[in-house]
């Protein structure tokens, strides 16, 4: 089946320093990705969505500034926060959409990473 | 800031026993419907999907059941495993084409053994 990867799944880092967060599908091309955010105990919220060769487009009260989306290749896109405070530790998932999901519309979920900023 | 976080609604179910976790949600536009699990500190995982012109789907030891009158969806899970023990969120996805996925809520299934 069609696999997504994060890196790192975990990451601590001090208030003030910008963290990136990789998201890549390993097995397949994807046009578009997706990053969640998602607080213990909440469901997932769709931050931005990342199309290949393109601005991301982000959603309500997310910060374009704040989450920096790259999504560089068909099977890469990144999530960097930048100046990271504690308000913004949370899990951080990606999706990805297959190039040629045909009449599924499945999208793959990575692994998830988890920021702690101190 | 401190963020205040919601408590999941918690279904606890005896192993071997079936588990039905329900779903509402509220845009008459979806089309597409996807449950998903996810265990703790991983991402979510497709269980099954199922689309606006069908009332039920089965899978292996999973059934999903769409109600679109009042919509409504619900995971039907036949004899509980405890590793069946997750957070179980269905999502839904509006026809057109645009795959912006809206997750539910969240359900967190306990098996007890």
């Known amino acids: 089946g069609a696999v997504v990867s994060q890196h790192p799944s975990r990451v601590i880092c001090k208030s003030g320093t910008s963290v990136k967060i990789e998201c890549r599908s390993l097995d397949f091309q994807a046009t578009t990705m997706f990053w969640y955010r998602q607080f213990p105990k909440q469901s997932l919220m769709l931050m931005a969505t990342?199309?290949?060769?393109?601005?991301?487009?982000?959603e309500q009260g997310v910060e374009k500034d704040k989450f920096l989306i790259n999504h560089a290749s068909l099977t890469l896109s990144t999530l960097t926060v930048t100046s990271a405070h504690p308000e913004d530790s949370s899990f951080y998932i990606c999706?990805?959409?297959?190039?040629?999901?045909?009449?599924?519309?499945?999208?793959?979920f990575g692994p998830g990473t988890r920021l702690t900023v101190l | 800031g401190e963020s205040v976080g919601l408590h999941l609604p918690t279904l606890s179910v005896q192993e071997g026993d079936n588990s039905i976790i329900n779903c509402a949600y509220s845009n008459s536009a979806s089309d597409y419907f996807i449950w998903y699990k996810q265990e703790s500190g991983k991402g979510p995982q497709f269980i099954i999907d199922i689309r606006s012109n069908m009332d039920k789907r089965q899978g292996q030891r999973v059934t999903v059941l769409l109600n679109k009158t009042v919509k409504h969806l619900s995971l039907q899970i036949a004899a509980t495993q405890p590793g069946d023990s997750a957070v179980y969120f269905c999502a839904d996805l509006p026809s057109g084409g645009y795959q912006k996925v809206t997750f539910g809520i969240g359900t967190k299934l306990q098996v007890i053994p």
């Open positions: 990342s199309n290949e060769g393109s601005k991301a487009t982000y």
């Open positions: 999706s990805a959409e297959p190039r040629s999901s045909g009449n599924t519309d499945t999208q793959y």
